[in-house]
């Protein structure tokens, strides 16, 4: 069978597409990945062996700009038009799209030629773009049971198949937790500085913790020296290299609620404090399906402060059978690569 898997845009989207077109590829399916011009190179490099890349003429349409929303609409819409023709010659028999505005073209490039399509919804809050394909997909596949903005009306079928993750995710499921008082923060971008400015003053008096911090590069000396200067053990980076193993050495994270940090959270099963983008619904739905799971905290923005996280860590440092009980609840099978391949290939 010839499949095309539309991804693009973040890494959010490209991962989980590579490894469902691994899984793919090894039953032994033809695959042609197709992406944008920002991931080309993180195709390249992740995309199975034997697969087929195609770059795209697209880009989102956030911009406030009223001539740059036009400009981004055209090229979609040209790529669209660009896949239409490329299927007369080369008609795949599934197409498989992973949200965002670059799955676009293909997904009405295959309506127009009848192509069964499937489309993957990462986040508890369903994207715009994908609200937007949705009229023309069999499929909505979606990372949470319980996914909102989902039109009342629409004849496409949805399927709970969980986000897909790299292997070593899968293979540290369930770890018991270190015992430790390892706190892990993930933050590393401009969103995340709220986590820089409220952690370190609330871990200040708890000497016992060890901090692995993740913050954005010009943070970096700042943080070393406010842990150094309060005899806190700390290591401060700007990027962590493996993240499974950084997670798996945890008690306890505290991060933002991403789509992909959450499922790597319930993969492995770590309990943690979310704290959502404010100006992201998206983020907010993620961290609620994870509160609501009994793993950890969903915590507005402007409830995040220092006395409330102290407090917090405090009372859960102090209750280890709470934190395993809540890491036992944080624990989620994801058999998510697995299901999504056989719901494409049945």
């Not at 023709?85 to 028999?93: A, K, M, Q, T, W």
């Not at 989902?150 to 070593?168: D, F, H, K, M, W």
């Not at 609840?329 to 049945?346: E, G, P, R, S």
Request: charged fraction near 20%; hydrophobic fraction near 45%.
């Amino acid at each position: 069978m010839k499949i095309w898997i539309a991804t693009g845009g973040t890494g959010g989207h490209v991962f989980p597409a590579l490894a469902v077109a691994e899984e793919l590829a090894a039953r032994g399916h033809k695959i042609t990945v197709s992406c944008d011009g920002r991931v080309k190179k993180m195709v390249a490099d992740g995309a199975p062996r034997g697969a087929h890349r195609v770059h795209i003429w697209a880009s989102g349409v956030g911009a406030k700009s009223r001539i740059k929303q036009m400009w981004a609409l055209f090229k979609i819409g040209m790529s669209a038009v660009a896949l239409i023709l490329r299927f007369v010659f080369s008609r795949p028999n599934r197409v498989v799209a992973f949200g965002g505005y670059a799955s676009v073209p293909a997904v009405f490039a295959a309506h127009v030629w009848g192509i069964p399509t499937y489309l993957h919804e990462q986040n508890g809050a369903i994207g715009r773009a994908n609200r937007f394909a949705m009229r023309w997909v069999k499929t909505l596949m979606t990372s949470f049971k319980n996914v909102s903005g989902i039109p009342q009306n629409t004849a496409t079928r949805v399927v709970y198949t969980g986000l897909p993750v790299r292997r070593e995710f899968i293979e540290r499921a369930g770890a018991p937790l270190p015992g430790k008082m390892h706190l892990l923060v993930t933050g590393g971008s401009l969103g995340a500085q709220i986590l820089d400015d409220v952690v370190p003053i609330a871990v200040r008096d708890m000497k016992k913790i060890f901090i692995t911090h993740q913050t954005r590069p010009e943070n970096v000396a700042r943080l070393q020296k406010f842990y150094a200067d309060n005899k806190i053990h700390a290591n401060v980076l700007s990027f962590i290299r493996n993240m499974a193993d950084a997670i798996t050495d945890a008690d306890l994270v505290i991060g933002r609620s991403g789509a992909s940090t959450v499922i790597e959270l319930t993969t492995i099963g770590r309990p943690a404090i979310l704290v959502p983008l404010s100006i992201n619904p998206d983020q907010a739905a993620n961290a609620a399906n994870f509160e609501k799971l009994g793993g950890g905290f969903a915590v507005p923005q402007d409830k995040f402060t220092p006395k409330w996280l102290t407090a917090t860590l405090t009372e859960l440092f102090e209750n280890k059978t709470r934190l395993a009980k809540m890491a036992q609840k944080a624990l989620v099978q994801n058999n998510a690569v697995k299901m999504i391949a056989d719901t494409v290939t049945k």
